[in-house]
């Protein structure tokens, strides 16, 4: 597979990035949306410092203060001391997390100016205040039981909700006045209950919830880039859910299957992990996957990958993939099917040279995967 093709795959991803990026999303909201006084800001997620520099390069020193809690290393750019910054744990919450949940919790009764509140995918770990007789021990194994179930993010999160003080709408029962809820959607459904655990969705309470940017945005993005580039599209409108190594073999077979052209799938898999998991996402699992249907194709190549810039627990985004992956991995010493049994797929794609790193990329709207068939 040319280089050529592999680059145009890379520069589709970036574009869909750039069209749900935080600080943009934030600021064109804002400047459309005047707020009528100088809010406190809370910004909460993976894309809480994207979504926090949005809100400033609109309001500029026009708020009343400032909280930003998000992922260890993904705090990025300078902000004004009265900005708050906590970097706590994800996926696996940890004492930072607590700190965090505590910090919200105050923060949110204090002051007088209405709440804005940036939301983004991550914030069920990132900050965490359990209910009484519950402790740090207690969430780490429920979180390390659902990462390892292979259950969807809606179902994680309704047990999540039963644990804390926070989640589903239990912030919302602290406010003393109205909120802004600006939210980046990680979810199939786009549904604000389920967005960070829903913790300003609450009955009776005046908040307005507005979703920035979600996974079809992105997916639009790509579509009119290769549409401007003279290629046939093929776009998927369901979300896709499921076992990562199962949809990667299908969706694999349907481009081999279909005519020429970028397929566009946007959603997030699942992966049900053995005892001991090796190392890789579902991201990677899924184009692993895909790559043993395609191998020994010179027509095919397929990239799957987070938008948040990360894709399980190390720093790779995803995975590119084409016919020649398994033959590169297989070169040196590595056995794709016994990887993909033993959820260690990031180690094949590494020896294979087919993995993606983006750092932070200041949004979160699931994953994308994009083949391209070239004849």
Same mark, same amino acid.
């Given at each position: 597979?040319?280089?050529?093709?592999?680059?145009?795959?890379?520069?589709?991803?970036?574009?869909?990035?750039?069209?749900?990026?935080?600080?943009?999303?934030?600021?064109?909201?804002?400047?459309?949306?005047? @707020?009528?006084?100088?809010?406190?800001?809370?910004?909460?997620?993976? +894309?809480?410092?994207?979504?926090?520099?949005?809100?400033?390069?609109?309001?500029?020193?026009?708020?009343?203060? $400032?909280? @930003?809690?998000?992922?260890?290393?993904?705090?990025?750019?300078?902000?004004?001391?009265?900005?708050?910054?906590?970097?706590?744990?994800?996926?696996?919450?940890?004492?930072?997390?607590?700190?965090?949940?505590?910090?919200?919790?105050?923060?949110?009764?204090?002051?007088?100016?209405?709440?804005?509140?940036?939301?983004?995918?991550?914030?069920? +770990? @990132?900050?965490?205040?359990?209910?009484?007789?519950?402790?740090?021990?207690?969430?780490?194994?429920?979180?390390?039981?659902?990462? +390892?179930?292979?259950?969807?993010?809606?179902?994680? %999160?309704?047990?999540?909700?039963?644990?804390?003080?926070?989640?589903?709408?239990?912030?919302?029962?602290?406010?003393?006045?109205?909120?802004? %809820?600006?939210?980046?959607?990680?979810?199939?459904?786009?549904?604000?209950?389920?967005?960070?655990?829903?913790?300003?969705?609450?009955?009776?309470?005046?908040?307005?919830?507005?979703?920035?940017?979600? %996974?079809?945005?992105?997916?639009?993005?790509?579509?009119?880039?290769?549409?401007?580039?003279?290629?046939?599209?093929?776009?998927? $409108?369901?979300?896709?859910?499921?076992?990562?190594?199962?949809?990667?073999?299908?969706?694999?077979?349907?481009?081999?299957?279909?005519?020429?052209?970028?397929?566009?799938?946007?959603?997030?898999?699942?992966v049900t992990l053995p005892d001991a998991p090796g190392r890789g996402g579902r991201s990677q699992q899924l184009a692993l996957a895909a790559a043993t249907v395609i191998a020994g194709r010179d027509d095919c190549l397929l990239l799957a990958a987070g938008t948040d810039?990360?894709?399980?627990?190390?720093?790779?985004?995803?995975?590119?993939?084409?016919?020649?992956?398994?033959?590169?991995?297989?070169?040196?010493?590595?056995?794709?099917?016994?990887?993909?049994?033993?959820?260690?797929?990031?180690?094949?794609?590494?020896?294979?040279?087919?993995?993606?790193?983006?750092?932070?990329?200041?949004?979160?709207?699931?994953?994308?995967? @994009?083949?391209?068939?070239?004849?």
């Amino acid at each position: 597979m040319s280089v050529e093709a592999r680059r145009l795959l890379l520069e589709l991803y970036r574009a869909a990035l750039e069209r749900v990026d935080g600080r943009r999303c934030v600021a064109e909201f804002l400047r459309s949306h005047p @707020l009528d006084t100088p809010p406190r800001i809370l910004a909460l997620g993976k +894309a809480a410092p994207a979504m926090m520099h949005g809100a400033l390069d609109v309001l500029d020193e026009g708020f009343e203060s $400032a909280l @930003l809690v998000t992922r260890h290393g993904y705090l990025q750019g300078r902000f004004p001391g009265r900005v708050h910054c906590i970097e706590s744990g994800h996926p696996l919450p940890d004492a930072d997390s607590l700190r965090a949940g505590e910090a919200i919790w105050s923060f949110v009764a204090e002051g007088e100016g209405p709440l804005l509140m940036l939301l983004s995918g991550g914030a069920s +770990a @990132l900050a965490e205040r359990p209910i009484e007789g519950v402790g740090l021990d207690d969430l780490l194994r429920l979180n390390e039981r659902l990462l +390892a179930s292979g259950e969807d993010i809606a179902e994680m %999160n309704r047990q999540r909700r039963r644990l804390s003080t926070l989640k589903g709408g239990g912030l919302a029962r602290r406010l003393k006045g109205a909120a802004l %809820n600006l939210m980046i959607s990680d979810v199939p459904g786009d549904a604000p209950a389920v967005i960070g655990s829903g913790p300003l969705v609450a009955d009776g309470a005046p908040i307005e919830h507005h979703i920035i940017a979600r %996974n079809a945005d992105a997916r639009a993005a790509v579509s009119a880039m290769a549409r401007e580039m003279g290629l046939a599209v093929h776009e998927h $409108a369901d979300i896709f859910q499921g076992e990562a190594a199962e949809l990667g073999e299908r969706f694999a077979r349907e481009l081999i299957d279909g005519p020429p052209g970028l397929y566009i799938w946007g959603g997030e898999s699942t992966v049900t992990l053995p005892d001991a998991p090796g190392r890789g996402g579902r991201s990677q699992q899924l184009a692993l996957a895909a790559a043993t249907v395609i191998a020994g194709r010179d027509d095919c190549l397929l990239l799957a990958a987070g938008t948040d810039g990360s894709d399980g627990p190390g720093d790779d985004a995803g995975a590119l993939v084409d016919g020649g992956t398994i033959g590169r991995g297989a070169e040196e010493g590595m056995d794709a099917l016994d990887c993909l049994r033993r959820a260690d797929s990031g180690a094949f794609l590494a020896e294979s040279s087919d993995l993606i790193q983006t750092g932070p990329t200041g949004t979160n709207v699931m994953d994308l995967v @994009l083949a391209l068939k070239t004849v």
